[in-house]
């Protein structure tokens, strides 16, 4: 017992560590790990949803079981036609004036990506549509630039316009570091909150088999209020009384 409790102890790392990113403008989830065993078999999860992505070109293999799922809420401009699209644009690093390690954008002979959009509720009066978004892989970007790829881009989004490439900032603007490729294409803010950068995108949920007990676990953050659905609103309130 001793001995098994010493073993527990030397695997437990000194603080959770990330297993994952999420875009200096995403709110939302992000997935630690608290032990070194837990880390490797997390990090496995999602190499492997970036593997069966390069493999899957049919929307109908979004449904098979897999040990990691993602979904996130987007408000994106204009209205979807279609209720479902499903987007296996490639992405990769594409050259940029004033940023020496170029930006993430679509480009075809870029990394193998997949993202199933939902739309969740079309809201005409603004013209924008709120959708949920599931990924297989996890590019740099990626919902962003899908979104934009397919013609509807991330609301006020400072960097991806339709067709998944950055629009033109002026050199100077983009500094003299690699903070404006790697956050996306905005200036940092000192206490960042959800919508800061201009964009609404959120890590709402995720399902995943425990990496020790092998347990299908379902962890959600709660939406910004800009990203509920009508429904989901009214239902808040009902619990507030308001």
């Not at 991330?154 to 003299?176: A, C, K, Q, R, W």
Request: aromatic share 6%; charged share 20%; hydrophobic share 35%.
């Amino acid at each position: 017992m001793a001995s098994s409790c010493r073993f527990k102890r030397k695997d437990v790392q000194s603080h959770p560590v990330p297993v994952h990113r999420l875009g200096r403008g995403t709110s939302g989830l992000l997935l630690c790990a608290k032990t070194k065993v837990a880390k490797v078999r997390l990090a496995s999860y999602f190499a492997e949803g970036a593997i069966n992505a390069a493999k899957k070109r049919d929307k109908s293999e979004f449904s098979e079981e897999r040990k990691i799922s993602k979904f996130y809420r987007a408000l994106v401009t204009g209205i979807l036609d279609d209720d479902e699209v499903v987007v296996t644009q490639p992405i990769g690093l594409v050259h940029y004036p004033g940023v020496a390690e170029g930006l993430y954008a679509a480009c075809s002979s870029g990394k193998p990506a997949m993202s199933k959009v939902c739309v969740l509720e079309r809201l005409a009066h603004q013209n924008h549509t709120l959708v949920q978004v599931e990924i297989h892989s996890g590019r740099p970007h990626q919902i962003r630039i899908h979104l934009a790829y397919i013609g509807h881009p991330l609301v006020d989004d400072p960097l991806y316009g339709i067709g998944g490439h950055p629009n033109f900032v002026e050199p100077e603007s983009t500094g003299t570091d690699s903070s404006f490729a790697s956050d996306g294409g905005y200036e940092r803010p000192l206490q960042p909150v959800p919508g800061d950068c201009g964009y609404h995108l959120h890590a709402h949920w995720l399902v995943l088999c425990h990496p020790t007990t092998n347990k299908m676990v379902k962890i959600t953050a709660p939406l910004p209020q800009i990203l509920q659905t009508r429904e989901e609103r009214r239902a808040a309130a009902e619990q507030t009384g308001g």
